[in-house]
């Protein structure tokens, strides 16, 4: 099947269904189920070692697919992976570009690479590099280049045949916030020239910020899927985040939720903190003063709309920096 074929592509980009895959005895994706709609910007939201990478490296044909199945386009990945390499860009969690040659340079050699003819490899290298702002630093070398001015040749390098699918691993990994903010405004841009985006992060403001819809992975397995606001919804419409003065009060203020709402806190790592997800915002009076009767002492009270952060925390019990026991899994995962 040529790419010619697939235009107009289906509504579906991406299709897996029961993704697996084993190192020795660690299960890093343990049947994933995920459809990327054409157009869209979807994020994959997780820890460090929840097996997003492991699941990019699959669909892009990098890694043996052990159980399951995954197309692109309606194309097979294991029995066309030739074909799946023309329609996917691949951005990595880390640059790959040669820092011996110049940003005009890697371009070129991308390009030539994928079987581009030399003279057109420097014509889309020109306007890539305008198009990333990166004209002015095109002749120096990479070693002189910043995190974000790396990161973005780097996209610019995945963007030389102009794929219909871009798979961006943790884009924004390292960057300040100004160059976060930029490579935001750039993924934006993909998706208004017509690409489709998957974009594996950690960052919970950052699939709140650009991800049409959102699947949280943890420990190799999906454990929820919607869009930011559905995801939040879940959680309920409001939350109330306390901080207790003492808190060795935990226990008692979990008691009082429980029985003035007939749910669970969740509770943070932060020492005596913990958000109660609220039907409707006048519910937190009730549970302030049930607090009061009970004796716990409050610090400081606020109720707003829940974030991504409540979302991860009620779903998997920790924030997407893991555990000990979670990177350590992750380092074997990622590194692989």
Not at 44 to 63: C, E, S
Not at 76 to 97: K, M
Not at 193 to 216: I, P
Request: with cysteine.
């Amino acid at each position: 099947m040529s790419i010619t074929e697939l235009d107009p592509p289906p509504d579906v980009a991406v299709r897996a269904q029961g993704l697996a895959k084993t190192f020795g005895g660690h299960r890093a994706v343990d049947g994933i189920n995920l459809d990327v709609r054409t157009g869209e910007i979807f994020g994959v939201l997780g820890p460090n070692g929840a097996g997003k990478t492991t699941m990019l490296r699959m669909l892009a044909t990098l890694l043996k697919i052990d159980a399951g199945r995954a197309e692109i386009f309606g194309v097979d990945v294991v029995d066309q992976p030739h074909v799946i390499r023309q329609l996917v860009g691949v951005t990595g969690q880390y640059a790959s570009v040669d820092e011996s040659l110049t940003a005009r340079e890697n371009l070129w050699l991308f390009g030539r690479l994928q079987g581009v003819a030399s003279s057109r490899a420097r014509s889309i290298a020109a306007e890539l590099l305008e198009q990333f702002g990166l004209e002015e630093a095109a002749d120096k070398p990479i070693a002189q280049f910043s995190g974000g001015m790396r990161r973005r040749l780097d996209l610019a390098a995945s963007l030389i045949t102009r794929p219909p699918l871009i798979f961006l691993d943790e884009p924004t990994t390292g960057l300040d916030p100004r160059t976060r903010g930029q490579m935001w405004e750039t993924i934006r841009g993909l998706v208004a020239d017509g690409c489709t985006v998957l974009l594996t992060t950690q960052y919970l403001d950052e699939a709140d910020q650009l991800a049409d819809r959102v699947a949280v992975i943890d420990h190799g397995r999906k454990v929820a899927e919607g869009t930011p606001d559905e995801l939040k919804t879940a959680v309920g419409n409001s939350t109330l985040q306390l901080l207790l003065a003492q808190p060795d009060d935990v226990p008692a203020a979990v008691r009082v939720v429980r029985r003035v709402l007939g749910s669970e806190p969740v509770l943070s790592p932060e020492q005596g903190r913990l958000n109660v997800a609220l039907d409707q915002a006048d519910l937190a009076a009730e549970v302030l003063i049930a607090l009061r009767t009970a004796g716990v002492s409050i610090s400081s009270v606020s109720v707003a709309k829940p974030s991504l952060d409540e979302v991860f925390l009620a779903l998997t019990g920790h924030e997407t920096d893991g555990d000990e026991a979670g990177n350590a899994a992750g380092t074997m995962e990622e590194n692989r």
